[in-house]
């Protein structure tokens, strides 16, 4: 491949969401006092997350009504009682501390590492602005990264071709000699795609996708490809 520019998504390509999160609402439930089987609560968690950052990508939902909602509806589901003061002071203290657990994805410092000198590195990321950027710092990661494009920078989110353009801009680079890896074959890899750019689909969890792409289970997999 003739590239220049390999763009990353941040949460769970390199760095490790789930974990982190788990390890922030522990650290929140113990503060917060709040009396509900942990595993449980992070078991509806996962999916009514996921499910709001995809109306969140599509532009469905306010990142206020993201933050608030997701744990509303998780507390709902669990029929735990909890007042809206309570879910809002748990959602800004859960933002906050979430970046302090850094886990990276295994094999991100060493592929990081390898391609660095070979390739202009960037991050393109749907999270949010006072979260991303220290995530990135806090775990260690900031110095392989030429440009970091979140989606609030950038006015668009992924899939949108809006922040691909936006990110393609910022780094000078063009679609024919830029390639996006990321975990979400909606967001990171269809969105790509759009605009032009190849595509790499970090797999890792042996997803079942209906359209033929590039795909690694793990990031050390990328060494066959640059």
Same mark, same amino acid.
């Given at each position: ?40 609560? #992070? ?20 990142? $206020?009504?993201?933050? +608030? ?10 029929? +735990? $009682?909890?007042?809206? $003061? ?37 991050? #393109?990321?749907n999270g949010f ?7 990135? $710092?806090?775990?260690?990661i900031?110095? +392989?990264?030429? &440009? ?9 989110? &992924? ?5 691909f ?17 990321g ?32 795909? #690694?289970? +793990? ?8």
């Amino acid at each position: 491949m003739n590239l220049k520019h390999i763009f990353f998504d941040l949460d769970q390509t390199l760095w490790d969401f789930d974990l982190n999160s788990e390890l922030a609402f522990q650290k929140c439930f113990e503060n917060q006092n709040i009396n509900l089987d942990f595993q449980k609560f #992070i078991a509806v968690y996962g999916p009514v997350n996921e499910s709001y950052w995809k109306l969140y990508g599509e532009g469905k939902v306010t990142k $206020e009504e993201l933050k +608030y909602a997701r744990l509303r509806d998780t507390f709902n589901a669990l029929q +735990y $009682e909890i007042s809206d $003061e309570a879910i809002d002071e748990l959602a800004d203290t859960y933002l906050e501390i979430l970046p302090h657990f850094n886990h990276l994805h295994q094999g991100t410092i060493e592929i990081l590492d390898y391609l660095h000198p070979k390739f202009k590195i960037h991050i #393109i990321t749907n999270g949010f602005n006072e979260v991303s950027f220290r995530k990135i $710092e806090l775990s260690g990661i900031a110095k +392989y990264f030429d &440009k970091i494009i979140t989606s609030e920078n950038a006015g668009a989110k &992924k899939p949108n071709p809006l922040v691909f353009h936006y990110a393609l801009n910022e780094a000078k680079a063009f679609p024919h000699d830029s390639i996006m890896i990321g975990d979400n074959f909606e967001a990171d890899v269809k969105g790509a795609l759009s605009v032009g750019m190849k595509a790499i689909h970090y797999n890792y969890l042996d997803k079942i996708v209906d359209e033929e792409v590039e795909t #690694i289970k +793990y990031l050390t997999e990328l060494k066959a490809y640059f």
